[in-house]
């Protein structure tokens, strides 16, 4: 009898390795195909979107915008069923808490979650429509909203911005010793440098005041798909807090300009700039100061557009 015992028990723990076996391949194979149809999805969408960065029509534009998020998300809600995945799209503060006792700057990383899940969800309820957006170089920059909030007292315009296209590359920066890799770690890296400037005009053209931001947006997203991988991939976002402008403000002009350089040296200067009539409350009210106002000497032409048509008539007399 003992002889046979110990038969069965070689078997058992055979047939167990089969079945470990068996359910880690049907785990790693289920994994792969995950991927697999993820990447698929993905490549649809740069096929799609070229289109959608480039299209010189601002209302064709938005027309279709969300149409392409649409099919986007059908894709994805697919995806999800078919592999049973996280349809609350928090995996990153799940890791994130997890981790917190080892990771410095946790509020931060919680914030720019917090920010990219947000427009994540625009994109994804079909609520997505932008106040105004330019295409330059292959690059689209949207400006996504524009509220008037307090900032430690103080009312300032948060102009929201998201930025298509800019160049970027996938870095693997894993360790390795004696020829085996220790750590697996791959960074992405995005170009897109930025600078504003606001132009500010009265009823008569003239030009009133500017104002210059030479840097990045405040909260800068430069990989939102870190916080929620299914975000569609190739965006920036971030905001820009504004003071209100002086009350005689009739008319803005804000030009962005954008640096990208790709990873084969190439590098897009892009520019773009709205023009809009300046917003009752983006202004403050009559009489108010215009806080950390400097004089600055600009040429007549620069301040008044009808000085330069006088000047040339001056010198044809």
Do not use: C
């Not at 698929?40 to 027309?63: H, L, T």
């Not at 806080?291 to 044809?316: C, L």
């Amino acid at each position: 009898m003992n002889r046979y015992l110990g038969v069965f028990v070689a078997l058992i723990a055979f047939a167990a390795a089969v079945v470990i076996g068996s359910t880690r391949y049907k785990a790693k194979a289920l994994e792969t195909e995950r991927e697999l149809n993820f990447a698929r999805i993905e490549k649809d969408y740069m096929e799609r979107v070229g289109w959608i960065r480039s299209n010189p029509d601002e209302k064709g534009y938005k027309d279709e915008v969300n149409g392409l998020f649409r099919w986007y998300f059908h894709e994805l809600n697919e995806h999800l069923n078919r592999f049973h995945g996280n349809r609350k799209f928090d995996d990153y503060l799940t890791e994130l808490a997890k981790r917190s006792e080892t990771i410095k700057d946790v509020a931060d990383k919680k914030a720019h979650y917090e920010y990219t899940k947000k427009v994540f969800d625009e994109f994804r309820n079909g609520s997505y429509s932008p106040l105004w957006s330019g295409t330059d170089k292959g690059m689209r920059l949207d400006v996504s909203s524009a509220s008037v909030s307090s900032d430690r007292g103080k009312p300032q315009v948060r102009l929201a911005i998201v930025l298509w296209g800019a160049q970027r590359e996938l870095r693997d920066e894993s360790t390795a010793s004696h020829g085996i890799t220790a750590v697996i770690k791959k960074r992405m890296v995005t170009s897109a440098s930025f600078n504003v400037t606001w132009k500010l005009f009265d009823e008569k053209d003239k030009l009133i005041g500017e104002m210059n931001a030479a840097g990045d947006p405040t909260t800068k997203v430069e990989y939102p798909e870190l916080y929620v991988p299914e975000f569609p991939p190739q965006m920036v976002l971030g905001y820009y807090p504004m003071d209100l402008v002086p009350a005689e403000v009739a008319k803005m002009e804000i030009d962005f300009n954008v640096a990208s350089r790709s990873p084969t040296g190439g590098e897009a200067l892009a520019n773009f700039v709205w023009k809009l009539d300046a917003p009752a409350n983006w202004k403050l009210k009559p009489g108010e100061k215009w806080e950390g106002a400097e004089e600055s000497v600009r040429p007549a032409e620069d301040i008044d557009p009808t000085a330069a048509a006088k000047a040339a008539q001056s010198a044809r007399k």
